[in-house]
């Protein structure tokens, strides 16, 4: 594996070969500390990802009949060539979309775990065996892939959802084609590595880069794509389901949150400021699960307000591979400009910000995208910042006279995706545990916590419904065969 030291680029791994696109062009990978170049990735064409899907089409029966466990001992395979390449990966990670190391090394090692939990679905069941009414038959059910599924990743977790979407996808034999968001295209080359040297047959593992209105359309799109795996934009996503339901194919989408945090007057108000800091500002707050909302009971408002601030002033930022940094830059200008945006939206909204929201400037700041973690006071649940996703170090305070009413604020927004709650009291967290309206409840515990043997997706605008990761991927890429037997 080559190591990013200077900016290397890039191929489409199809068929087992890496090809460039015809067209010579490249997508330049840009360092968001330093806004240098950190690698180069495909420009590809429509041409190019026919050749993936075409591919990844002829390999469906020959990846169906190779049987669960070989595809189980594939996946054991790259996950130990992705640990023999944490480092480089990791590193390239931090230099490509601005999250510190340790978060980096931390989310490959997640890669490498989940490779193993999904290797190990090689050895488990793919059926049952049902009563039949008949005492002469036998009745059961086996599980059947779907053929070709189509992987579209953000930029936000280069490993960890890229290999939480292929690594069941393949095990329970499907084919893939892997389309990476440009932004952070280099890393994902580099997990597509570990994949092409594991060794799997020509076809099953197919890899293109692109812009996301010609490859992310033209494998939308596509007529023999069996099922689409999706994690990106609100919009991107609508336009998925669209094009899934009118050709009849399946569809899983994960489309963001606007995650709260409820803080209640019997919390432990130290525990609830380092996990609604950790669950804001760690990776910039460029996460889907991130804590964007914070309500706060009356009675405990304005001194949990002056701890947050406090704790938040002791925030490092800075270049995110140099070891004082606690956060980065943001991912891209693109999401540095967006942040500035909703900062001076939430002034004119009426909201006060009272910390942060500037743009860092002078020595080590001044080549990259780098802000102050935001703090709004005042806000109100009808505001913009209250109801849009950011994706950046952005908390919005607002205050709730109790449960009853935060409760209220924290299901008044079209997301449901994750939510925490901080309290000592056991009713206020089973009503949580109810009333709640998303797919991650979390209690005394950072909103931004996915376990990756646990189900994972959300409610309402954030997802289509199913669900990712742990046993729950099965339901997503394979369907059921209903079989009866009975003899002459």
Aim: with cysteine.
């Amino acid at each position: 594996m080559t190591t990013t030291t200077q900016a290397d680029a890039y191929s489409n791994f199809i068929n087992n070969e890496w090809v460039k696109t015809a067209s010579g062009k490249t997508i330049t990978s840009i360092n968001p500390a330093t806004k240098e170049a950190m690698g180069y990735v495909q420009s590809s064409s429509v041409e190019d990802l026919n050749n993936a899907v075409e591919a990844a089409y002829n390999a469906r029966k020959v990846w169906r009949k190779a049987g669960q466990a070989a595809r189980g001992q594939l996946l054991f395979k790259t996950a130990s060539i992705l640990e023999e390449n944490l480092e480089d990966i990791a590193q390239s990670m931090t230099a490509e979309m601005g999250k510190t190391l340790p978060e980096a090394k931390g989310e490959t090692a997640r890669g490498i775990a989940i490779l193993r939990y999904y290797a190990a679905e090689g050895m488990r069941k793919e059926g049952d065996v049902i009563p039949s009414s008949d005492s002469e038959a036998l009745m059961f059910t086996k599980r059947t892939p779907l053929g070709v599924v189509g992987v579209i990743t953000p930029w936000n977790f280069p490993v960890a959802i890229p290999i939480w979407k292929i690594a069941p996808a393949l095990v329970y034999g499907n084919t893939i084609v892997f389309k990476p968001a440009s932004e952070a295209a280099v890393t994902a080359a580099k997990v597509a590595e570990c994949f092409a040297k594991a060794g799997f047959p020509e076809g099953v593992f197919n890899f293109v880069t692109g812009s996301g209105s010609v490859v992310g359309q033209g494998l939308i799109d596509h007529p023999k794509l069996n099922a689409i795996t999706f994690t990106g934009s609100e919009q991107v996503g609508q336009n998925v389901a669209k094009s899934a339901a009118a050709r009849g194919i399946k569809f899983q989408l994960e489309m963001g949150g606007k995650n709260p945090a409820i803080v209640t007057k019997d919390a432990n108000l130290e525990q609830a400021v380092e996990a609604v800091i950790n669950g804001a500002f760690k990776s910039s707050g460029q996460k889907c699960t991130a804590t964007s909302r914070v309500i706060v009971e009356a009675t405990v408002y304005e001194e949990f307000k002056q701890k947050l601030v406090e704790a938040t002033e002791k925030i490092t930022v800075g270049n995110s591979l140099e070891k004082e940094v606690w956060m980065g830059p943001s991912a891209s200008e693109g999401q540095f400009n967006t942040f500035n945006e909703y900062v001076e939206k939430g002034k004119q909204e009426g909201a006060k910000l009272i910390h942060g929201g500037e743009v860092l400037t002078g020595e080590g700041y001044d080549n990259g995208f780098f802000v102050k973690p935001a703090i709004f006071d005042e806000v109100t649940a009808d505001m913009a910042i209250s109801q849009e996703e950011i994706f950046g170090p952005f908390i919005g305070l607002i205050k709730a006279a109790d449960l009853s009413e935060a409760l209220e604020l924290a299901n008044n927004t079209k997301y449901g995706l994750s939510a925490s709650i901080f309290t000592s009291n056991i009713n206020s967290i089973l009503e949580f545990i109810d009333e709640i309206e998303v797919g991650l409840v979390r209690i005394n515990a950072e909103s931004a916590g996915v376990e990756l043997q646990a189900p994972f997706g959300g409610m309402k605008g954030s997802s289509s419904g199913s669900r990712e990761q742990g046993e729950a991927a099965k339901e997503f890429y394979t369907a059921i065969k209903t079989v009866f037997i009975k003899g002459n």
